[in-house]
């Protein structure tokens, strides 16, 4: 059974320009399957390590100000503030007090400004 070769396969090379000079360049699957670029949503505020939440401080609804500490994340022995990044009001919080969470776990949410 003969394997029908992609496009890839076919015309392996792509032109790059950089600073006006053309280079002709080698483009592998994983470049072209890549995802694009997604900013963080600075709203959804995230665990940016596992660890155990030892204090949550806000709950739905409450107003809360600039670099104002909204919960303490225990990870690697140490405890990390998680602080508000602008005036807003909390819209929703995922944890409480004791919760492990892992990674890029949603902690709390923050209404848009």
Same mark, same amino acid.
């Given at each position: 059974?003969? &394997?029908?070769?992609?496009? $890839? ?8 320009? $950089? ?8 483009? =592998? ?17 995230? !665990? ?7 204090? @949550? ?7 809360? &100000?600039?670099?104002? =500490?909204? !919960? $303490?994340?225990? !990870?690697?022995?140490?405890? %990390?503030?998680?602080? !508000?990044?602008?005036?807003? &009001?909390?819209?929703? @919080?995922? @944890? ?5 969470? $892992? &990674? %890029? ?9």
């Amino acid at each position: 059974m003969k &394997k029908e070769k992609t496009e $890839i396969e076919e015309n392996p090379y792509s032109e790059l320009t $950089i600073d006006s000079i053309d280079y002709q360049t080698l483009l =592998t699957r994983k470049y072209t399957e890549k995802k694009p670029y997604k900013p963080k949503n600075p709203c959804m505020l995230m !665990a940016f390590i596992p660890g155990t939440m030892t204090d @949550v401080f806000v709950v739905k609804g409450q107003e809360v &100000k600039e670099g104002e =500490t909204l !919960a $303490i994340l225990e !990870a690697m022995k140490m405890l %990390n503030e998680i602080k !508000a990044p602008f005036d807003t &009001k909390v819209k929703e @919080v995922y @944890v409480a007090a004791g919760d492990r969470v $892992i &990674k %890029n776990h949603v902690v709390i949410e923050l209404e848009e400004i």
